[in-house]
């Protein structure tokens, strides 16, 4: 007999697994709600991303007036403005889904300030694709 093999192995291989929180999952299934606390410092890291979305956003709008300017006005076809917007713009709607993530997560544990500030950037985000689907279906 293999020595990874032991008798007990044999006589529970038709019954089900016990789990190691069997204790928490009756609690669970007598009415407790489920813990559903964010871990200590969450508060502050979606603060911080949304911040930053909000920040990269803003930062794409002079290039993107740029980019406008210049392509209106020069026959040249050489525009840096343009793919910096796009990529400032990229950037932000990373930090947004970055922060949108966890705010979802813990939207009820959350301070209600910190709900709308983690919700905030992807918001403006499709406000913007509405606003742009809008203008595209009257221009």
């Known amino acids: 007999m293999s020595p990874d093999l032991e008798r007990g192995d044999w006589e ?7 789990r190691a929180n069997a204790q928490r999952d009756g609690a669970q299934r007598d009415g407790a709600q489920p813990d559903w606390s964010p871990p200590l410092g969450t508060s502050q890291r979606i603060r911080n991303r949304a911040i930053w979305a909000v ?14 300017g210049v392509a209106e006005v020069t026959q040249d076809q050489v525009n840096v403005a343009l793919p910096l917007a796009v990529g400032f713009w990229l950037i932000g709607l990373l930090c947004a889904l970055w922060a949108a993530f966890p705010t979802l997560r813990y939207w009820e544990a959350l301070p209600q300030t910190t709900r709308w500030l983690g919700a905030l950037p992807m918001l403006s985000v499709s406000l913007f694709f509405s606003a742009a689907l809008i203008a595209a279906l009257f221009v």
């Open 55 to 68: 920040a990269l956003f803003t930062a794409s709008v002079p290039p993107a007036f740029v980019a406008l």
């Open 12 to 18: 529970s291989a038709g019954a089900p697994p016990r």
